[in-house]
């Protein structure tokens, strides 16, 4: 989608261009006296400049403005409401669907019939993948992954398609439910995330206009900011619904989703997630009185494992130092790995549905495997002589799995591997167990970890990075701390929650957000300082190697993202170094057949509408128009027969018709047919231009363009000549001319230099 | 200072303009040669681009880039190792001074020698208040008050003079320590945030230059970007000392201070906090040995009252909608009232530093005999039966305050009201007292509280609002509680924590850092929806009457701060419509007379350099020189004898000389002495110009020029013709010129439209 054409399109195009210039010319007079008489202000000419709706409603009457306040705060409400609830039917449905296997295999398990026990467990599992991979490849693929990079990147700008539509939060929700229960090492709090941005994306449309499920009075949402804002919102929500950690969920929304933040759009994510926060402490009220099946009290992730108070010195930091460091490494090679293994399965995934299924079922089938097998392989341990709880646990979560050993012995390595992930957190992180797990078993659990949240990712069902990255950092963390334990007093459990979060920082690289969401997740705001301490190491050792996780997947998917640093080669160019090819441009008043054969001849997004003499005193740029505007104004016909300005045009429209569409339904120049007499009409194009456009003269320096395109959010930037007299717009920059193969594309030389800073650019 | 001049000023400028222009002209064909000639590549041209230090960076060797990011972060460390050296100081010297004059006191009391305890109480708190108006009037009246309104200011990018000074500072210091210890109900948690921000604007420019404590090694941080990201480190370290909320204090700092806000600064700003909260915590374990006098375990403000688990139901949530709702409305009320208070007490201070300080005097007599007074009025109460802790309470901070009651009796007033603010802080929020205090003690506290904050704030000495805010807020949420009682099952605690909740929110309106700052104080997680709730509550109610606190001290102050919003009218303004009276440019090579005149006879910080033919092709823009580098070019005296430009005089600068200056040290022109041969010499003023300035087309909404002047932190918004063949520049627009008060004096008929929206503008 580059917004200039090649040599072969501006040949084709100069008959058209001249035979129109000639016509604008001998009637410009009428245009001229037409411009002054209509009435310009009865229209609302900001609706077309997106960017700028907000003020748009600050000029309509007070009844429309609160009602564009009230509905807001009611929009988010209500995203608020139904994450919560899917967040809670979700956890609901994996407590119960992973309960009754596990419950099921362990009887089998405790009569000693194995043969059985293990095919109950790799069938369920293997028909639960089949179901979420069928589901997923079928009816909606982009729901594969946790989609946080798709989200992430919609909030820089770029519009994937088929991300937030009705069937991929069906497949999101469905999806994640059968992968987790299936015992595959995915999370779900990115399909949480995922989901929200979804849920906020349909609800702010007015529902899907294909489904039926559409609200009229939505219309003023269809814009840009709005639909961002409110997707920002969906996802703090997300991941408010899946840890119960709410200022961890906006704190998330805006260090990693958001590119562009305002103070105000804070205060509604707050609220999004106070909502969350509030309906789930209301609905798990409701289950504490047993009516929830499997679902208990640990149901939504929540380890209060340490309230009661530690301490820790100064003695603490050199081990805590070196968790970090390591986290940080193992972090980086966890990135390294995953998108090697990505990009292995994007080969396969590309030779057919088929494939991508089979891989699902294999990954199942070697996490059954897994999973049953290795627990006999450690020793059993005799229980405790004066347990904290029963030993062995029977029908229940709890550190003392039997498994395969005697009565009064337990099987270490099975109450974290062969049980849901929740629960192996739990384990992981509570405290007073320091002798309850082996270093062996422990190793065992870290390394069959780590390796299988790499292989399990890139499966075609919805899944997070969250928790299996959580689950092999605190395992990593209590194998450090099994190393270390002469040499420190605190205790394993703790030693895991910190291995979480080196494990986390050096993987996500994000700080603030994590270190909230674990201090929520462990409900002990005493772990502070340490935990500020190794996310900070884990962040600054991984970013040595590689970008973050996210980054990596975006990369992997091709999704143009525009960074918030300009590169470094950036300033030795100027704008009108990266400007290319000959621009194509419309005047104030052109021709139908014109403005059909652009628009059929490229897919360019934006258009200088210029005005040439006699209707202006010179070549003037009025302002840009876009495609779909134009798509709107062909479909509506609102031609004029000679090429005059015509007030009757506006009647014609209302400001529903230049709304936003749902990313489902757009038009197409394909789908408008036109008559030949209709093709030699014109359109008045200024009532429909945004007039004031924001511009860079060609000897800017990119990386100052680069910066002021980011930080406003900009979709076109128009390029104007240093020294006047020639045309008056000299090329128009979208995202795809800032990337850096575009860039590189055209500049070779510059491309030697770059990379060797990319270590230093994260530190600053 | 306007960047446009008077028409006297323009008709006097006229000869110097023309006869200069012929010289230019004579001897074009030698300033383009020469130009070619020079070796550019050789000189940093972009360290004049201060917006864009940071991409200079890149361009330096590795070693260079090396220091500079290890530099930048060992800044870091050091502003955070300062800060909560500061904060504990300052938190041990208050106990300490506070905790003798309670013991005093008090033992006179428990003699019944209450004349003479009065006399002791009354005197060591005119002293102390003395002490602290006197070094704050006489040796640094910029540290009056909280100093969060100036840091804000300067972080939107107004600079008030002497803010970040050593004088300051140490006033800040001494000044708060003295005033909070004089009883006066004023906090030290905005004294903190300034102090904060003074020592990092300090280490960064390396100390000060006047006081001989400069390191030359810190040349790299002196221009505008990266003393703006230490200030904004500095603030969030201040709030993370003063409440041991290193989370909180790097929200606050997010939300509140910065206008700008980046990934980058987030994981600076969190290292700072990091580096205090890990200090503090260090230092607090040595004082648990007892050597620190009276400081003990709760000098630090942490009142973790709620280590318990609470639970609260569906049924709680109607009193505590109505709490937050009327918390709402006294907030902004205070609000209100502190803004009629504070323009009382700047006309009593205008009068002299007598009347400051005999102002000062008047509070600290009136709060004494009202701290001293009001426990007198209620009767006193039985120890309760089996108290939890000694009753009375005697030689330590407690709720059982003998004061003048028999033995076996408390006064429970006077344990709110004789007891430093962090005490009765900690006695409101502590669980099981519901039976402690009476409605009536509470209800007289509460009334006190809210109008000895109001009248203490404006006094001449450092000074917060956070602390009276919170302790007002309490003893509402006490009040309330005891009316409800009945039909609510939270603690009267609780209903403390969530009444200061509501009137932080009332007041500050900041949302999320209020909500993490007061979870990190009450330690407790599971209180999260409630206080999101109350805040969310109590700031929408509030932002229906007026401004948040600091915006309307900013207000008073007349700091120019741009807000977020663009207002409704500007949209119906272009760019041209503000741009007033004739510009002031310069040529390309310019001579030594125009620029001394035009220097001495405006205020202008920017100025357009034009190349005229036959130096370039056409009338074209250079770029943009700023007052400061001409001053720097002129006391170099690097001129030239004709008007061509030279090479050598590149030998000539470093990048030092055109670094940033520090707040106290600017070149003035009058300090320049020029001889008349001088004068008539030249300056190839292109080398020294920022050759890529932001510029806007004059048709351009003044909407869109205000969003992008505030994005990008701009001084100087170049505004260019839409129609070439007049000059290449039609004027430059400053924050001056955005201000609500330059364009309603321009366009007076937009005044009626404004501020009937500002509720719905907050909301959005």
Redesign the interface.
């Known amino acids: 989608m580059s917004t200039r054409n090649g040599d072969s399109e501006t040949l084709l195009r100069q008959p058209f261009l001249s035979s129109q210039r000639s016509v604008v010319n001998s009637t410009s007079q009428v245009a001229i006296v037409g411009a002054n008489v209509c009435p310009i202000e009865s229209l609302d000419y ?1 609706i077309f400049e997106n960017e ?1 709706f ?2 748009d ?3 309509r009457g007070k009844a429309q ?2 009602q ?2 009230f509905m ?2 009611l929009l988010c409400f209500l995203i608020g409401m139904i994450v919560s609830l899917v967040g809670f039917c979700n956890n609901l449905a994996v407590e119960n669907l992973a309960g009754i296997k596990f419950v099921v295999t362990s009887n089998m398990m405790l009569e000693r019939r194995f043969l059985l026990a293990f095919f109950i467990f790799f069938f369920s599992n293997l028909g639960l993948t089949l179901f979420a991979s069928l589901i997923t490849a079928l009816i909606a693929p982009t729901a594969t992954g946790s989609g946080i990079p798709e989200v992430k990147a919609y909030l820089n700008g770029v519009d994937a398609p088929g991300i937030f539509t009705v069937p991929t939060l069906f497949v999101k929700i469905i999806g994640s439910i059968t992968a987790v229960s299936s015992s595959l090492l995915i999370g779900k709090a990115g399909p949480m995330v995922h989901t929200g941005a979804c849920v906020a994306a349909l609800v702010g449309q007015g529902g899907s206009k294909r489904y039926r499920l559409t609200w009229k009075w939505l219309q003023f949402f269809k814009n840009d900011r709005d639909r961002r804002d409110l997707i920002t919102c969906g996802s703090a929500a997300g991941i408010a619904a899946a840890f119960r950690a ?2 961890g969920g ?2 998330f929304a805006l ?1 990693e989703m958001a590119s562009w ?4 759009l ?2 509604r994510a ?2 999004t ?2 909502i969350v ?2 309906l789930l ?2 609905m798990i ?1 409701l289950c504490l009185s047993g009516k929830c099946g499997l679902f208990g009290k640990g149901g939504l992730i929540m380890f209060d494992a340490y ?1 009661a ?1 530690i301490s820790y ?2 003695v603490d930091v050199p081990p805590v130092f070196i968790l970090g460091v390591i986290g940080g490494i193992l972090g980086s090679l966890f990135n390294l790995m995953l998108s090697k293994v990505l990009r292995i399965y994007n080969y396969i995934n590309e030779k057919g549905t088929i494939f991508k299924i089979l891989l699902a079922c294999l990954i199942s089938i070697c996490t059954s495997c897994l999973l049953f097998g290795l627990p006999w392989f450690t020793s059993c341990r005799p229980c405790p002589p004066d347990p904290t709880e029963p030993c062995p646990t029977i029908g229940r979560s709890g550190i003392y799995k039997k498994f395969q050993c005697d009565p009064n012995e337990y099987n270490d390595l099975a109450s974290l591997i062969f049980n849901t992930n929740d629960d192996a957190i739990r384990n992981l992180f509570s405290k007073n167990t320091d002798d309850e797990f082996q270093l062996r078993s422990m190793f065992i659990f870290f390394i069959t970890c780590f390796f299988l949240s790499i292989f399990s990712y890139g499966v075609v069902a919805p899944a997070g990075l969250f928790v299996p990255v959580i689950v092999t950092g605190a395992s990593y963390g209590r194998v450090v701390g099994m190393l270390v334990r002469k040499n420190s007093n605190l205790s394993h459990g703790l030693y895991a929650v910190l291995g979480a979060a080196s494990f986390l920082g050096g993987s996500m690289r994000t ?2 957000s994590l ?2 969401i674990i ?2 997740l462990t ?1 002990n ?2 772990l ?2 340490l935990i ?2 190794v996310l ?1 190491i884990s ?1 600054t050792v991984a970013d040595a190697f590689n970008a973050n996780i996210y980054d990596i997947i975006m990369k992997a998917k091709g999704l143009p993202y525009l960074e ?3 590169e ?1 080669y ?2 030795q160019l ?1 704008v009108g170094d990266v400007v290319t090819g000959p621009l194509q441009t419309f005047n104030g008043i052109e021709k139908v057949r014109n403005i059909v054969f652009i628009l059929k001849s490229t897919g360019h997004n934006g258009f200088p509408v210029i005005d040439e003499p006699p209707i ?3 070549s ?2 009025f302002g840009i128009i876009l495609r779909d505007h134009l798509l709107t104004l062909l479909k509506k016909k609102a031609f004029l027969s000679s090429p005059a300005t015509g007030c009757d045009v506006f009647n014609k429209f209302s400001a529903d018709d230049f709304a936003k569409k749902g990313s489902s339904k757009r038009l197409k120049i394909e789908e408008i047919q036109l008559s030949e007499e209709e093709m030699d009409m014109f359109i008045d194009l200024h009532p429909f231009t945004n ?2 456009p ?4 060609e ?3 990119l ?2 363009a680069v ?2 395109f980011r ?2 959010g900009l979709r076109h930037l128009l390029v ?1 000549p ?4 020639r045309s ?1 717009v000299v090329g128009i920059l979208t995202r795809h001319d800032f990337m850096p193969e575009h860039i590189l594309g055209l500049h070779p030389f510059l491309a030697r230099n770059t990379g060797r ?1 990319r270590f ?5």
């Open positions: 900001e700028f907000k003020q409603w600050r000029s403005i609160f564009y306040i807001k705060w709410p200022v906006v704190l260090e933040w305002r103070s105000a804070l205060w707050f609220f997630a106070a926060a509030i402490r209301a009220d309230s108070s010195h100064l700080t603030v270190c909230v201090l929520e409900n705001l005493l502070l300082p500020m301490m900070l962040k918030t640093h300009a470094p950036m300033r100027t202006s005193e010179a003037v740029l007039t004031s924001y511009t860079v003269v000897t800017m320096s990386a100052k910066t002021l930080e406003l104007i240093k020294i006047s007299g008056p800073l230093f650019s994260s530190l600053v």
